[in-house]
């Protein structure tokens, strides 16, 4: 992967954190001003994916942005919320690690 779309995929994933982290605070104080920024940050990382699809493709920038998302996410339940995972959950978030770092360093090239 080169810089570029690392930097984008960084940036995308700090969106849709934020956008997540922001819908999770909608739910619990039902402030309609939360549940716009939310909304607005949501549509933001969907724009940028569209960069990041055009940079590296469909199928790896989908599946990147999907797996750390997995990862990141739950850092922030668990730091934030308070939420905890069960054991088969926590492989299963493993697993999705295992699968980026497949995907993000391939043996052949692209395409």
Same mark, same amino acid.
Request: glycine letters at 8%; a positive charge.
């Given at each position: ?25 909608? $739910?619990?104080?039902?402030? #309609?001003?939360?549940?716009? +920024? %939310? ?7 969907? &724009?940028?994916? *569209? ?23 739950? $850092?922030?339940?668990?730091? #934030?919320?308070?939420?905890? +995972? %069960? ?7 493993? &697993?999705?690690? *295992? ?13």
């Amino acid at each position: 992967m080169n810089s570029v779309f690392l930097l984008w995929l960084t940036g995308a994933m700090v969106t849709f954190l934020s956008a997540a982290t922001a819908s999770r605070a909608y $739910v619990t104080n039902s402030n #309609i001003l939360v549940l716009l +920024l %939310s909304l607005g940050l949501y549509c933001i990382g969907n &724009l940028m994916m *569209v960069r990041l699809m055009r940079e590296a493709g469909l199928g790896l920038a989908i599946s990147a942005s999907a797996i750390a998302q997995l990862l990141l996410i739950n $850092v922030i339940s668990f730091a #934030i919320f308070g939420e905890r +995972l %069960s054991t088969t959950q926590l492989a299963g978030v493993g &697993l999705g690690v *295992v699968a980026m770092v497949l995907m993000l360093f391939p043996l052949e090239a692209k395409s």
